[in-house]
């Protein structure tokens, strides 16, 4: 396992691996946990001799909660920040400004994902209930949709559909949008308890999981919305962060409150096949490198961040 420590007081809130660089990734963070400070956008190698080299960081006068690369462009990353903006960065430019600034929520801005699918535009959700498309190209949101009624934590792109995302909220729900059209799909109350985190299965555009405060990830098939198809039981706290593999059609990741990370195969009778626990602070960042199979990174709240690969620690 590779680990590296983000400068002091700067703990991790997201990380992803680019979609053009095999060894890139990006990590968002926020200092003193985000309550008060700036934040920085870190830009990391995976050297070949096993090791984390530092590319480029940018600073950011708030905390950074979510961070996503351009899939039209490999050096763009863009960013949710604490005053409810989103900064757009050029990690080739000459100097840390922003190319873009959009700045339209009106609190936090938790969450942002570039669509995989169409690749011309981002969404991004917000403690101020709402959720916006972006444009990279355009100084205004293309559209705004506001139907949930607490915090937005996740918006996540289908990786199948161009204009279908999904959301999920503090008011217990996942919503299923199109963004052309002015409500949402599907409405699914998907835990008694607030929900942090959501993500398609890369291989079947019906199934998505959602992870919650409850410490439980359940599995959905959105043909059948009034019962999920399965509850994951093994976190000890609330779950932040679940992602599916790119890799294989059941196996998927969580990281949670309770400083663990786990591993499961929904294709096994007994899904929990690994715990990691290299982590001594919240996990609240978490992805899979589609360049390299079993190969995952997380970061916490411990100020580190780490990259292994699943498929060594089975051998």
Not at 52 to 68: Q, T
Not at 69 to 80: L, Q
């Amino acid at each position: 396992m590779m680990k590296l420590k983000t400068q002091p007081s700067f703990n991790g809130y997201a990380i992803e691996f680019s979609p053009f660089e095999e060894r890139r990734f990006a990590v968002a963070t926020a200092q003193n946990f985000g309550i008060i400070g700036n934040g920085k956008q870190y830009i990391m190698d995976v050297h070949e001799r096993g090791e984390i080299i530092p590319f480029r960081e940018f600073d950011s006068r708030d905390g950074l909660f979510d961070c996503s690369w351009s899939e039209e462009n490999d050096t763009h990353i863009v960013a949710s920040s604490g005053d409810g903006s989103l900064k757009l960065w050029d990690i080739h430019a000459r100097d840390n400004m922003p190319l873009r600034h959009f700045h339209e929520h009106e609190q936090e801005a938790s969450s942002v994902d570039w669509n995989i699918v169409r690749k011309d535009c981002f969404v991004s959700g917000s403690w101020d209930h709402s959720i916006k498309i972006w444009n990279p190209r355009m100084n205004r949101s293309i559209n705004t949709f506001r139907e949930h009624q607490y915090c937005v934590y996740s918006t996540i792109w289908s990786p199948r559909s161009p204009d279908v995302f999904a959301s999920v909220s503090g008011d217990c729900t996942m919503k299923i949008w199109n963004q052309n059209e002015a409500r949402a799909v599907s409405t699914i109350r998907a835990h008694d308890y607030e929900i942090l985190s959501c993500d398609w299965n890369k291989y079947d555009e019906n199934q998505i999981a959602t992870a919650s405060v409850d410490k439980t990830i359940k599995i959905w098939d959105l043909r059948n919305p009034f019962r999920e198809r399965s509850i994951l039981r093994g976190h000890t706290n609330a779950v932040r962060r679940v992602k599916y593999s790119p890799h294989s059609d059941s196996v998927l990741a969580s990281g949670s409150y309770d400083m663990s990370v786990i591993l499961w195969d929904l294709a096994k009778p007994e899904p929990l096949t690994d715990r990691m626990e290299h982590h001594t602070e919240f996990v609240v960042g978490l992805d899979f490198n589609m360049f390299v199979e079993g190969q995952i990174a997380s970061c916490s709240w411990d100020e580190s961040v780490a990259v292994w690969n699943m498929l060594h620690r089975r051998r």
